[in-house]
């Protein structure tokens, strides 16, 4: 086993083996992002069922479903994806993104993903610094890439993920590694309330929802493991961004302004920001108010 002082102070092998493991860790996530919601979505059918009291002889058989099992297959033929058919990034260029078995395409995404993972991960721990706090923001980034793409895809922020998500930075800044204590315990309240009191404003304007429940508890999130200072520039990074891209899509899609559109994504990239340009951000706010 590596001590993690040798880990620390060796930045080529440091890199290396966050990268390795970013990699192994995107596969992983590639799973959660596909399997997460259907879990979800099959357990709301189960209750639901329940509260009917739908007869069992009508209920819809429940299949084995979890990030473990069953396992991974081929999603045009079924085929068993084998272990060296399932290694990060090089398993997919190996086998010229194909199915092994049937030759259909296998979608760019997952190597992307694992390769985006990587990435993120080692600008992390080197815009941090090769410090434990980098360490632990690890699993920040990962969890924001695994949300940014379930939203993304389903409009869904699971529960799952944000609410350990915003107790484990609490925790570990109970410990001062990223920010004051004191400054997160207030950015997960002010960053719940902010979008809880924007999503009732909008709704008593309007009678129309303009943000799910996950809105608030991942920007509480945020605010537990960036502290309450960096939360004004996450909304407004994601807001800026969101509109941007809202209105390039009504523009050039000619997609209507009624259609829902995940804001996630936006809160994600803008807490990674955040997170590596954190005293640079604050500086910058700070001088705009004058302070």
Known sequence: ?????????????????????????????NVVIFRLPAMMQQEWRCQCEELLEVPGTKREPAKVLSLSKPASTCPHCG??????????VIS????????ANCSKPISARYPIIELATAVFS?????????????????????????????????????????????WLGLIVNY??????????FWGAIVGYLALWSVYWLFKLAT?????????????????????????????????????AVGIAL?????QGREVPMPFGPYL???????????????SVWFRFLGV
């Open 250 to 254: 009504i523009v050039f899609k000619q």
């Open 79 to 88: 085929h068993g994806i084998r272990a060296w058919q399932n290694v990060p």
């Open 122 to 166: 080692v600008l992390t721990v080197y815009l941090l610094g090769p410090t434990p706090a980098a360490l632990w923001a690890l699993l920040l980034v990962w969890a924001l890439v695994a949300l940014t793409m379930i939203d993304f895809d389903t409009q869904l922020l699971p529960d799952s993920i944000t609410l350990p998500l915003l």
């Open 1 to 29: 086993m590596v001590d993690l002082s040798i880990l620390l102070d060796t930045p080529w092998l440091l890199y290396t083996m966050v990268a390795f493991v970013s990699l192994c860790i995107g596969s992983f996530l």
């Open 207 to 243: 009678g129309k929802e303009g943000m799910g429940y996950g809105d608030f508890k991942l920007l509480a999130a945020l605010g537990a493991w960036l502290g309450w200072t960096l939360l004004p520039a996450v909304i407004l990074l994601s807001s800026v961004v969101g509109a």
């Open 92 to 99: 997919y260029l190996v086998l010229k993104g194909k199915c």
């Open 268 to 282: 994600a990239t803008a807490g990674l920001l955040c997170l590596w340009f954190g005293d640079e951000i604050v």
């Open 175 to 184: 410990f001062g590694q990223l920010v004051p204590f004191k400054e997160a």
